[in-house]
C-alpha cells in the first residue's frame, strides 16, 4: 500500500454519529494521524490519514456511533471490496479559501437567553454570537474552557480571509510561528491570527473566556505534523497573506480619545491588515451619537457595564457577554445606560467611522 501512488490518491469516507470517538478510535487503535477538521466551533468533517490510507469521517446521526473499522478494513475498501457504510473517492485536497456573499442584518445576541456552549474542537465550548453567519461570511464565537489546565490542540493553521481572538475573562497560555516563547493572554490583550500561521494553545485558567471573529464563517482547520513550536526564528515583520502577526498588551496600552467621542485602545488590526479589519475597545461617549456606516462588518460586544443600542425604530438594553452586528446604512446609536460601559468593536474594513450621520 505504502508504495501505491494511485491508492493513495483514494479516499475513504465513513459517516459516524460520534465524531469525538471516531476520531479517539482511529488515532488511538487504527494509528492514523489528524490532518484537517471542519468547522472548528461544531466539526462536522475530519480528514485523518496513514501510510497508504486517506480517511474522510462525516458527522451523522443515523449512522453507527462509532465505525469498527480497522487499517485492514481500509485498505481492502480502498482496494475495491466493498463494505457497508463505507464510500471510497477520489481523494480532493482542499485549499481554496472561498468567500460566500454577505448577507447584512441586525443580529443582537443575549448572553441571559440561554444559548448555551456547544462541543467545538479540542474540548473547547462555543456559543455562537451569529446564528445566521451573515450569509456564511462572517463568525463570532464566544469561547469557553471550562475545567482549565493543558489544552488537548495541537499544530494547526486556519484558512480564513481575517481572525482575531481577544481575551475576555481568565488567562490562556499560546505559541505562535516565529513570535518567540509562549506567552499569556489576559483579559483585554488580543492577537490577530494572519492567514496560515501556525500556533498551538498550550494552557488556561478554569473559566477561560475568548471572543474569536472569523472571515469566512466556515473555514478549515489543518493540522502540522511536522513544525515544532516555539520555532528558533523570530521574525515580528513576517507577512502571511499581507498580515502581520499583533499581540496586544491592554497592560501596557493607553486610553486615547475616540471618533466621534468617547475613549479607546486600539488593537493595532488596522495597521497589520492595511486597512481590511479594525478593533479597539472602547469606552462610549454619553452623547451616544447617531452615525451609520457602509462597512462589511461592525461587530460590538459588551465587556463590561449595560448600554442602550437604537437601530431605527427599535431599542434594546444590552448588557456584559451581549453583542450585536449594526447592518449597513441603518441609523444606529449606542450609549451607556450608566458610566463604566466599555464594548469590543471589530470592524471590516477598519475606517468604516467615515459614514456619519
Known amino acids: ?26 488515532v488511538s487503535t487504527v494509528g492514523l ?12 468533517e475530519v480528514d485523518l490519514s496513514g501510510p497508504g490510507v486517506s480517511l ?4 451523522d446521526p443515523d449512522a453507527a456511533q462509532v465505525p469498527s473499522l480497522g487499517r485492514e478494513d481500509l485498505e481492502r475498501a480502498v482496494a475495491g471490496s466493498p463494505l457497508p457504510g463505507v464510500e471510497v473517492v477520489l481523494r480532493q485536497p482542499r485549499r ?16 441571559r437567553d440561554g444559548a448555551g456552549f456547544g462541543a467545538g474542537r479540542a ?50 497560555r499560546v505559541v505562535y510561528e516565529d513570535q518567540g516563547p509562549p506567552f499569556v493572554l489576559e483579559p483585554g490583550d488580543c492577537v490577530l491570527q494572519p492567514p496560515g500561521i501556525r500556533h498551538r494553545v498550550l494552557e488556561s485558567s478554569p473559566g477561560l473566556e475568548v471572543i474569536e471573529l472569523s472571515c469566512p464563517a466556515e473555514h478549515d482547520t489543518f493540522v502540522d505534523h511536522d513544525l515544532q513550536l516555539p520555532t528558533a526564528s523570530v521574525d515580528h515583520e513576517r507577512e502571511w497573506r499581507g498580515q502581520r502577526f ?56 459588551v465587556l463590561d457595564g449595560q448600554v442602550e443600542l437604537t437601530v431605527g425604530e427599535r431599542t434594546v438594553q444590552l448588557r456584559g457577554a451581549d453583542s ?13 445606560a450608566a458610566p463604566g460601559a466599555v464594548i469590543l468593536e471589530v470592524s471590516l474594513p477598519e475606517d468604516w467611522r467615515q459614514a456619519r450621520a
Do not use: N
Not at 474522510?56 to 458527522?59: C, G, P, V
Not at 454577505?102 to 445576541?109: G, M, R
Not at 450585536?324 to 451607556?336: C, G
Open 1 to 26: 500500500m505504502e508504495g501505491d501512488p494511485g491508492r493513495s490518491q483514494m479516499q475513504v469516507v465513513v459517516g459516524c454519529a460520534d465524531l469525538d470517538g471516531a476520531i479517539d478510535h482511529f
Open 33 to 44: 494521524r489528524l490532518d484537517r477538521i471542519s468547522p472548528a466551533d461544531d466539526p462536522r
Open 56 to 59: 474522510r469521517l462525516r458527522r
Open 96 to 111: 481554496e479559501l472561498h468567500m460566500p456573499p454577505l448577507k447584512p442584518a441586525l443580529v443582537v445576541s443575549r448572553a
Open 123 to 172: 474540548g473547547m465550548g462555543y456559543r455562537d454570537l451569529i446564528p445566521d453567519r451573515l450569509g456564511g461570511r462572517f463568525i463570532a464565537s464566544h469561547i469557553r474552557i471550562a475545567e482549565g489546565g493543558d489544552v488537548a490542540d495541537y499544530v494547526h493553521h486556519h484558512l480564513v480571509r481575517f481572525q482575531m481572538i481577544f481575551c475576555y475573562r481568565g488567562w490562556v
Open 246 to 301: 499583533v499581540r496586544h498588551v491592554a497592560a501596557e496600552a493607553a486610553w486615547e480619545p475616540a471618533a466621534p467621542g468617547g475613549l479607546q485602545r486600539d488593537l493595532g488590526i488596522g495597521a497589520a491588515t492595511g486597512g481590511l479589519a479594525g478593533a479597539r475597545v472602547l469606552r462610549l461617549d454619553p452623547r451616544g451619537q447617531p452615525m451609520r456606516h457602509q462597512a462589511e462588518l461592525l461587530f460590538r460586544f
Open 324 to 336: 450585536v452586528v449594526i447592518p449597513p446604512a441603518e441609523l444606529f446609536a449606542m450609549a451607556p
